[in-house]
């Protein structure tokens, strides 16, 4: 009998793979260690990149890391906690 386990990885071996270009991860990566640095204009960091390619590699990481962390639920727990926390942070006014 096949776990929920082997299940989940049985459809992402059928999924095709999201194509993902190197200037994407770039920009996306850029773009998240800007945080740390909010002078910096989005537009200098984005570099003319296109945008939709720049979502898809922030996709792609962000997957990647929620699987790493929560692979049972393909990090699905982690996102309902954050979605929680910042409808809380909303609901008190605070930013």
């Given at each position: 009998?096949?776990?929920a386990?082997?299940e989940?990885?049985a459809?992402?071996?059928?999924a ?9 991860v ?7 260690a800007?945080?740390r ?9 984005l570099?003319?990149?296109d945008?939709?390619?720049v979502l ?20 699905a ?19």
């Amino acid at each position: 009998m096949a776990t929920a386990e082997d299940e989940a990885l049985a459809r992402e071996a059928e999924a095709p793979p999201e194509a993902v270009t190197l200037a994407g991860v770039q920009a996306a990566v850029a773009l998240l260690a800007r945080h740390r640095a909010p002078e910096v204009p989005r537009n200098d960091v984005l570099g003319g990149h296109d945008l939709s390619d720049v979502l898809a590699a922030m996709e792609s990481i962000a997957s990647g890391l929620l699987a790493g962390v929560r692979a049972g639920d393909e990090g699905a727990d982690v996102l309902e906690r954050i979605g929680l926390a910042v409808a809380e942070v909303t609901a008190s006014g605070r930013r």
